[in-house]
């Protein structure tokens, strides 16, 4: 059987340049992988590739997700499939706050799966517990999406925005940009409370203290140059922060 | 983005203009053209006394004086006023009664969402309803008329409440005002006629729907409103027409009288037929629209959601003529494909402590031009009279224009006017969040357009709001590129 999800061999482009180039990894359900690389080596193509952003292009291989084909389906139908990005830079949309967002959002999601949508009431729970356990407060709530809010406010948003969409396969791109320690902890709290035997992540960083202690992955790889290079154990970011990545960049 | 193109193309297609369908009713209808003896026929048909015959052969020649303006940021071919036809009835319209009026003429208006019976009845409001030239229901006259409440066509007040027409037409907008109210105030076929009596705060919402259907017929309706002392009206005015291959003009005039500490609020959903997505056909609207805050105290507000026509030109303005009188300002002008939207607004101050409100959203998307223009004049004498102005502008795609163009004059040192301005886009990167979290391209834009322009529906009256919002996702969904 196939894993949860399945990259095999896999080419993008980014405009006229190749940034992926023959890229395989699989991910089981429940398992937390996390892949590191230096600056350019695609780690944001692959995150944006999952989700389908057209500005990227797949020139060859393939991706499937819970036995299905990724390829032809559309970002918003990826979306309600269960993949999940946490982005590195959120956008702001002025005029709508963040709690209507996220209303028509999640009910996007319920009709997807042929669900009523949720009631103002149940609605309004399903938002607040999550608020609470991850610090957003109800001004923040109301605020337009990602409008006068500091990085960390919107990397914390994003993990909430997760929370709130319950997905299946959850990336986050540089999740640890822009945050201070303790945004740092309550993010990955975030991530380890929704961690569970269905649920898989995908996390793309650069801090590796922060990946050892507080999410302690099942896989780290290491992505040079548009490929998996190396993979291992959460051991791995030990070394890499001892060696940087030059050791790996050698090997090519 | 391509993916976002698709979705234009797509709802684009499907996007049909609901409201082109044409109704096959009998019309009595003039020969098209424009003189001295259809001015007179006009007249002539609806039993006007000598002194409105009168008001329209002097404006008819002052008309003949003066040229098309073209200063607008609209560009169109100078209209053929002799192949217009500047009368169109259907046979047998104007009905004493309900019960009497024309089944088709009824179906019309319920595939328009104005089926005068049950929805004046459920929704409390009172309905007029002018097709093509003339006004063929009113509901709940009788209702209104217990408190002394007049609201019929303009045409049957000129048989019934002459006097009161008589002092008040052109009293706002004289026919001299410009090309377009000049030759309305010759050739006006019917519109709506209010009065509002003393103390009188009126029950329910007025309404009036506008329904072009005649083949190559102008519009030209005439609203004359008039808030006695302490008195409180809201008026919602509706606008369709059906879908045609030429351009059809609508020069419409609506003239406000607020006496002391009066209020009225004047609401339009503008839909008339936009044009194809080439820009081919579609209504001309060139309207004017002027109130007088004549006493202290009197408040005017205007809110205006415009949707359609293929040429919008339209300043609803307000005259702050009394002490501390208030006009206000909302607007939301959306143009996609070729639409061309020119409007605003104009606030004279005249009185002292006057106060007046403009916010304006523009939004833009495919090849459309979109123009705020406004002029808020502070008189000498206006003493510590203030205006605050906001112009935001949307736009969508990269072929469109928004533009903003506001004019203050302010002669009274103690006055204070303030003016912002925004312009925005929405991009890629959002659209991508959005899909992201499972919306479609539709969805997201229809939200990020809806929050950019709640400010100003929120003002329209409650019913009318559902159907505006609903308005503009239809004018914009996809229109991303």
Known sequence: ?252 | MTESKDALRQVVENDAYKYGFVTEIESDEFLKGINEDIVRCISHKKNEPDWLLDFRLKAFRHWLTIKEPHWGKIDYQTIDYQDICYYSAPKNAAKKTMDEVDPELLKTYEKLGVPLQERAVLAGVAVDAVFDSVSVATTFKERLSQQGIIFCSISEAVQNHSDLVKKYLGSVVPYTDNFFACLNAAVFSDGTFVYIPKGVRCPMELSTYFRINAKKTGQFERTLIIADDSSYVSYLEGCTAPQRDENQLHAAIVEIIVLDNAEVKYSTVQNWYPGDKEGRGGIYNFVTKRGLCAGYNSKLSWTQVETGSALTWKYPSCVLKGDNSVGEFYSVAITNNYQQADTGTKMIHIGKNTKSTIVSKGISAGKSQNTYRGFVKIAKNSENSRNYSQCDSLLIGNQCGAHTLPVMSDECPSACVEHEATTSKISDEQLFYCKQRGLDAEEAVSLIVNGFCKEVMQKLPMEFAMEATKLVAVTLEGSVG
């Open chain 1, 1 to 252: 059987m196939s894993a949860f999800l399945e990259i095999k061999d896999l080419y993008v482009n980014a405009g006229e340049k190749e940034i992926l180039k023959g890229l395989s990894l699989s991910i089981n359900r429940g398992e937390i992988h996390v892949v590191v690389g230096p600056n350019g080596a695609g780690k944001s193509t692959l995150s944006n590739v999952l989700c389908g952003n057209e500005l990227y292009k797949v020139i060859s291989g393939n991706i499937d997700f819970n036995g299905e084909n990724l390829l032809p389906i559309s970002v918003e139908d990826r979306a309600r499939r269960g993949i999940f990005l946490s982005f590195q830079s959120p956008v702001e949309i002025s005029g709508i706050s963040m709690s209507t967002f996220m209303k028509y959002a999640l009910n996007s999601h319920r009709k997807f799966k042929g669900l009523e949508p949720l009631d103002a009431i149940s609605f309004a729970k399903h938002l607040k517990i999550r608020a609470k356990a991850l610090g957003i407060s109800d001004e923040m709530l109301k605020r337009p999406v990602n409008v006068n809010c500091s990085g960390g406010e919107k990397k914390r948003l994003e993990i909430f925005q997760m929370a709130v969409l319950e997905p299946e396969l959850c990336i986050l791109d540089e999740m640890d940009s822009g945050m201070d320690v303790d945004a740092v902890k309550i993010a990955s709290n975030g991530v380890n409370i929704m961690k569970d035997s269905k649920r898989s992540f995908l996390i793309i960083s650069h801090n590796n203290d922060f990946l050892y202690e507080q999410i302690k992955p099942d896989y780290v790889h290491v992505l040079v140059n548009g490929k998996i290079v190396k993979t291992g154990s959460k051991d791995l970011l030990l070394d890499i922060k001892k060696s940087g990545f030059s050791q790996f960049q050698k090997e090519i």
